[in-house]
């Protein structure tokens, strides 16, 4: 694979995270997310733009079009179970993994990817609880947010809930914390401290290395 | 020894005779409380092999028939995940109960039937207890007993565990049902969706052409349920059968089953609940609680109260018991040992060990610890310990702990060894061993005696804050340097908030005496011992004999008298005697005048000198404590660091406080 291929790959990744936060991907963004210069960005979108993968909107957002789109989401499930198999299997911590599959997920081709997912036992999450895209490109729920990014007084339903840790899972299930639940945050305690919410008529409060494992839609 | 009755307690059924009668429920809904008025005061714990929940058993009589009580931990499920969970589902599965009495919170239905139908998946006969009935219908609830009943296919008995009501007619419901072979107990069993029904359906079929019994005496559609839920212990038990079964369910049908569950118990819960809740007065309460900006004033205004309340009180208690002990026990106590073995060293060692020992015990231990354990049941049964743990997880955080180590913490300034105890409230030992650590640095009354002494009365109070926020520094340290060393990472919070209750003060004084009395047995026998062998070692000499070997660290390092050492080591025994000890030997050896600690020491000596006191193992009592709780090595390893930051710190400070 070269190296101006890998290059194109990387773009795409992270024109596809800036888009999924609520500012969207600008030159400026991009340049400062891949650490590079703004004109060598901007020549590089432009280029992707003339091989159809990107396109502008009048506010001069950069957006991915559905080719585009599709092969990002590909290298995002690449990144995602090549977090898993670090921490799964060569137990690396997972706040360390991220890096390392920067490396992974350009050599990955589609067998390899596929019988690592199959012997990762097909996982839905990264060790940092966010969906992994299907193999035919479908991303479970893109706009759930982790509950723990919610303030004080916001309404959500519970999409998913991380399978990273099947315990914590099973017995957040158990207390009722279930896709599908209506969950309200009632307050945050101040300096990342625990979030307390309500389900039904029971209040838990969560701490929020928790909260970041249940996915919740606004 | 309570401990040592507890650890010799089976957790299996005992008796075939006696009718045995499970009490199962979810946290703080009158389980506890229903036990206790089901049962006389007799109340042992059974521990399963390093576990820290227990089960609390009792013996009652129902109309001439011998019963045997069995106190699950309160759980949201049974499902092996936690240890509270796993000690209830093992509890239910050791002791073969012949009736399960299910304690629910009329107020929260639908989150209590959870366990109420996981239970009816599991086997056991079951009654429900319907709880709290007078509090739902303060909160015009109205639930309907008689449709609960009849969705359930469960006897239904209203109650009010606080006040009694109701349980002549839950023990009948119970006895009939634990009697009867009718099937009547077993309950409706939750319909799954066809793909798991046809998995169970598949598994049971399978059990029924093996071999081999079912592990755990469980029922097939139990046992097959449970292998889907990914139940690793199930799993283990099955070998290769249980290995494909678990591997086609693991986490992708625990959550199926588990929601499945859950809207079973919302869809009863709602058929037989008239009218709408309306919000409890206690949830702007709540609210005022944790919100962070009234509620860190009000954690403050608690906490300084508990320590208005631990110092007033609890001294006033102290005043009062050592008066009583000098006017009545002490002077009786001292004839007859002089009058039984003379004025040698015979008569001093007893009389050191005897009125010495125990009126320490009256004076410093026991008023604390008892005011202290007042406070705490007040504060748990009133609900607010968890706003407290809410507001104060993040900074606990910080020491890899959560918010409930607050609670250990806190009680730690009155005394370290039920402060050890309390540490039971974390889940994990890791966090137990951090919590330790932590407490240990805590000064306790005695160490805070110390301080105030010596410091403030012949230095002055700025020092002694000084002294303070030194140890302070160190435990801050200790707790965010162990947090890095220890394997392992901190636990996630998860914490039911729990509504705010009124008390009952019965139940609180109950509580209070009941951690007391297991205090006490720990505790007492190796205060006694220790004051003992001080005696020993002082009414014969040998103390003199200690001091040579200590020269080198004491006067050399840290630049104290040499007689200063000798109570620092001997203050293991007894570390309120630190400062008392400090000034018998001075006055042995310097004369009449050294009762001032200045006439032989610098005000840079009396603030090292309180700082290693303070710092370095509390006492014989708390490494006693630690060892039950932690084992051999963590405490050694907890003693030795303490000792080490001790003299560290000690000399640095003598060191660096003469250049200032």
């Given at each position: 694979m070269s190296l101006q291929s890998e290059s194109r790959e990387e773009y795409l990744e992270a024109i596809f995270k800036l888009n999924q936060q609520s500012e969207g991907a600008t030159v400026g963004r991009v340049a400062e997310d891949l650490g590079l210069a703004a004109p060598s960005v901007s020549q590089m979108v432009a280029r992707l733009a003339r091989e159809g993968l990107v396109e502008r909107d009048p506010a001069s957002r950069i957006l991915l079009t559905p080719g585009g789109r599709r092969k990002a989401l590909r290298l995002v499930r690449r990144h995602r179970l090549s977090e898993r198999f670090l921490t799964d299997y060569l137990d690396l911590p997972w706040d360390q993994v991220h890096d390392e599959a920067c490396k992974f997920e350009h050599v990955l081709s589609d067998e390899v990817e596929e019988r690592l997912a199959a012997h990762l036992g097909n996982p839905q999450t990264c060790p940092h609880g966010r969906a992994i895209p299907s193999a035919d490109g479908e991303l479970p729920d893109e706009a759930a947010r982790p509950l723990a990014e919610l303030s004080a007084g916001q309404k959500s339903t519970i999409s998913f809930v991380s399978d990273e840790q099947p315990d914590l899972l099973r017995y957040l299930s158990s207390l009722g914390l279930l896709p599908q639940t209506a969950v309200s945050v009632e307050d945050v305690a101040p300096f990342g401290g625990p979030l307390l919410v309500r389900v039904g008529r029971a209040r838990y409060a969560l701490g929020r290395e928790v909260g970041g494992k249940i996915f919740v839609r606004v | 020894m309570a401990t040592a009755r507890s650890a010799s307690l089976s957790t299996k059924r005992r008796s075939d005779s006696a009718l045995v009668v499970c009490l199962a429920g979810n946290p703080n809904v009158g389980k506890s409380t229903l036990f206790n008025r089901l049962t006389g005061a007799a109340v042992e714990t059974a521990n399963y092999p390093g576990m820290t929940v227990g089960l609390n058993i009792a013996a009652a009589r129902w109309g001439g028939r011998e019963v045997q009580l069995v106190d699950l931990p309160g759980t949201y499920a049974l499902d092996p995940v936690s240890e509270d969970q796993w000690v209830a589902r093992h509890g239910l599965l050791d002791w073969q109960p012949d009736v399960v009495i299910a304690v629910v919170d009329a107020t929260n239905l639908a989150r209590n039937l959870y366990l109420v139908l996981q239970l009816v998946d599991l086997g056991p006969r079951v009654v429900i207890a319907l709880n709290l009935i007078d509090e739902a219908r303060r909160q015009s609830l109205r639930i309907d007993p008689r449709a609960l009943s009849q969705a359930l296919g469960l006897p239904v008995v209203p109650t009010v565990a606080r006040r009694g009501e109701g349980l002549d007619e839950l023990t009948a419901a119970a006895a009939a049902v634990a009697a009867g072979s009718n099937g009547l107990g077993h309950g409706r069993a939750v319909r799954y969706s066809a793909r798991i029904e046809a998995q169970v359906a598949g598994l049971e079929e399978q059990f029924a052409d093996g071999p081999a019994a079912l592990p755990e005496g469980l029922p097939p559609r139990a046992a097959a349920l449970a292998l889907l839920e990914g139940d690793e212990e199930l799993v283990a038990a099955f070998g290769e059968a249980g290995q494909t079964a678990a591997a086609a369910g693991r986490t992708s049908l625990a959550v199926p089953i588990a929601a499945a569950r859950h809207a079973a118990a919302a869809a009863i819960a709602e058929a037989c609940t008239e009218g709408r809740a309306s919000a409890p007065a206690a949830d702007r309460w709540w609210a005022a609680t944790t919100s962070p900006i009234t509620g860190v004033p009000i954690l403050l205004a608690v906490l300084a109260s508990v320590f208005a309340f631990l110092f007033f009180v609890g001294g006033r208690l102290s005043e009062l018991l050592t008066s009583l002990w000098m006017a009545t026990a002490s002077p009786l106590l001292g004839s007859a040992v002089h009058g039984l073995f003379g004025y040698g060293a015979v008569a001093g060692t007893l009389l050191w060990g005897l009125d010495g020992g125990i009126l320490a015990a009256l004076a410093v231990g026991i008023p604390y610890i008892l005011t202290f354990y007042f406070a705490l049941a007040l504060l748990e049964d009133s609900g607010y310990m968890n706003a407290a743990a809410f507001l104060a997880d993040r900074v606990m955080h910080l020491f890899?702990?959560?918010?409930?180590?607050v609670i250990p913490l806190m009680a730690a300034a009155g005394c370290n060894v039920p402060a050890i105890m309390g540490t039971r409230v974390l889940s994990t030992r890791r966090e137990r061993t951090i919590a330790c650590a932590l407490v240990v640095l805590v000064p306790c009354s005695a160490r805070t005696a110390v301080i105030l002494g010596s410091v403030s009365l012949f230095v002055g109070w700025q020092w002694a804050l000084l002294v303070f926020g030194v140890v302070g520094l160190v435990g801050l340290v200790a707790g965010l340097a162990l947090n890095r060393i220890l394997p392992g990472e901190p636990e996630g919070l998860v914490m039911e908030m729990f509504p705010f209750r009124r008390p009952s003060l019965r139940l609180v004084v109950r509580k209070t005496w009941k951690r007391f009395g297991t205090f006490l047995w720990a505790a007492a026998p190796i205060m006694l011992l220790g004051s003992f062998a001080l005696g020993a070692l002082y009414e014969t000499g040998l103390i003199w004999h200690l001091s040579r070997p200590l020269e080198p660290v004491v006067v050399g390092w840290l630049g104290l008298p040499a007689v200063a050492g000798l109570t620092l080591l001997l203050s293991v025994l007894r570390k309120e005697l630190a400062l008392q000890m400090l000034v018998v030997f001075a006055v042995a050896r310097y004369g009449v005048a050294a009762h001032d600690l200045r006439t032989f020491m610098t005000p840079h000596q009396i603030v090292v000198y309180a700082l290693v006191a303070t710092i370095f193992i509390p006492c014989i009592a708390t490494i006693a404590m630690l060892v039950r709780e932690l084992g051999w090595r963590r405490s050694a390893a907890i003693s030795a660091g303490t000792v080490g930051a001790a003299l560290l710190v000690g000399g640095a400070v003598a060191h660096l406080l003469p250049l200032i």
């Open positions: - | 890899g702990l959560h918010g409930r180590a």
